[in-house]
């Protein structure tokens, strides 16, 4: 993607200026397993009703190099679509339902990511 080194530079501007709550890359496992990762780490829920592409496969599992998620506080929304140039997508908002909510997907509590988690780090002997 040409495009990356001017989007990175612009992410790194919104991250000095405070915009940025947390972020995460969509590598392995694409938005989805971003989403939950991200929804782990702060044992909150997340709403989903936009998401990159039509095909939901694609949108969900896609792992396109250089695509990134951002959390941003909603007041600094505005700041932070100027500070990225327009060239950011709000796909939902983050929420303390305890749930991941996507669409066409029934909503998963987060506690069951959770669960589902520390059973493969346990099967896979890598539990902290």
Do not use: K
């Not at 501007?13 to 991200?38: K, Y």
């Amino acid at each position: 993607d040409p495009d990356a080194p001017t989007r990175y530079r612009h992410l790194h501007a919104a991250i000095q200026a405070g915009l940025v709550v947390s972020c995460h890359d969509l590598s392995e496992g694409g938005l989805a397993v971003a989403l939950a990762e991200m929804c782990l780490a702060g044992r909150l829920g997340a709403s989903i009703d936009t998401l990159p592409h039509h095909d939901h496969a694609t949108s969900l599992f896609s792992e396109s190099m250089g695509r990134l998620i951002v959390e941003i506080e909603p007041r600094s929304a505005a700041a932070f679509t100027r500070v990225m140039d327009n060239q950011c997508l709000q796909i939902g908002q983050v929420s303390d339902s305890g749930m991941l909510s996507l669409p066409g997907i029934e909503p998963i509590l987060v506690s069951d990511l959770a669960d589902a988690f520390n059973r493969d780090a346990y099967a896979t002997g890598t539990e902290s």
